[in-house]
């Protein structure tokens, strides 16, 4: 498994981190079913295949259960992350997740999520996409300098977008940004980059764009359009699939640490796996990726 250094942190992380949302269970998000063998069997191949970053938070349901019941006892080989600010509350057979941003909703958040995942430590403690002025007003800042200083939290670290992240950039205080990135969602591109010159440590979720394209997943057929549109199926190596491409195509960005990818699927896993084995796009490919999907934008289709 190729390596990147997670920013100041200095961690040593494999390119590939796996995001554990789908371990939420169908009560969260319309998520669907997951059984314990499930569970266990997914996170345990994620370890055995070098993956030593995990992502999670408060409010993906019994994925943080999942995590400290199946692999605490490995806990010496990951690196654990997960998200405050959260709430959870079912409505029937749906639920809302608002954030509530105050100190006591904070550290409710850290002592479950201790509790819940087994472990004394949560390696990166990340704000769950507030705005400046949720984070300004509230002294959240403080909040997780405390619980730093007190051994509980490692580094700290926000997910967030822009407009957002311009300013929590200036503020010089997040170890580890966590930020959308995909060929169909590159509004990113430079404030990635602009972390990571930062010195901070880039996580980045949505690297596939959810889904094979053709099948509606989700609501998200239309999200797959611009592959069409710019027919970049003749970029494809042969035997490559689409979500293969997309991932070497986010590896390609020279300033990504760690892609999150989650999946229940152990033959998906394997397949993201050998996407990792095989490297970024080369840069002109990458280029053209981005020059054709620039098009599209603008109302050319290759199709």
């Given at each position: ?145 405390r619980a730093r200083s007190q051994g ?100 390609a960005h020279p300033d990504i640490h ?46």
């Amino acid at each position: 498994m190729q390596t990147r250094i997670l920013g100041r942190t200095g961690a040593e992380v494999a390119r590939l981190g796996f995001g554990a949302m789908e371990l939420r269970g169908r009560r969260i998000w319309n998520g669907r079913p997951v059984t314990n063998r499930q569970a266990e069997t997914i996170l345990n191949a994620v370890l055995d295949s070098g993956i030593d970053v995990i992502d999670t938070s408060y409010d993906y349901g019994e994925s943080e259960e999942a995590i400290g019941m199946f692999i605490a006892s490995r806990r010496r080989e990951y690196y654990l992350a997960t998200k405050c600010g959260c709430t959870v509350v079912y409505r029937g057979a749906h639920d809302e997740t608002p954030h509530i941003w105050t100190k006591s909703n904070l550290l409710h958040n850290l002592e479950t999520s201790l509790k819940r995942l087994k472990t004394d430590c949560i390696d990166i403690w990340q704000l769950h996409n507030p705005t400046v002025d949720d984070v300004e007003h509230n002294n959240l800042l403080e909040v997780m300098d405390r619980a730093r200083s007190q051994g509980k939290v490692r580094w700290l670290g926000i997910s967030t977008t822009l407009p957002e992240i311009e300013t929590f950039l200036t503020w010089d205080c997040f170890d580890v940004f966590q930020i959308p990135y995909s060929a169909f969602q590159m509004e990113h591109d430079e404030a990635i980059s602009k972390a990571a010159h930062a010195g901070c440590g880039t996580l980045i979720r949505g690297a596939l764009a959810q889904g094979q394209p053709g099948i509606s997943y989700r609501g998200q057929r239309q999200r797959w359009l611009p592959w069409h549109k710019a027919n970049l199926d003749e970029l494809r190596s042969p035997n490559e699939t689409p979500t293969q491409f997309l991932l070497r195509f986010a590896l390609a960005h020279p300033d990504i640490h760690t892609l999150l990818v989650g999946t229940l699927n152990p033959d998906h896993l394997a397949e993201d796996l050998k996407a990792v084995e095989e490297g970024p796009l080369f840069q002109d490919v990458y280029r053209e990726v981005k020059r054709r999907l620039e098009e599209v934008a603008h109302g050319v289709s290759r199709v």
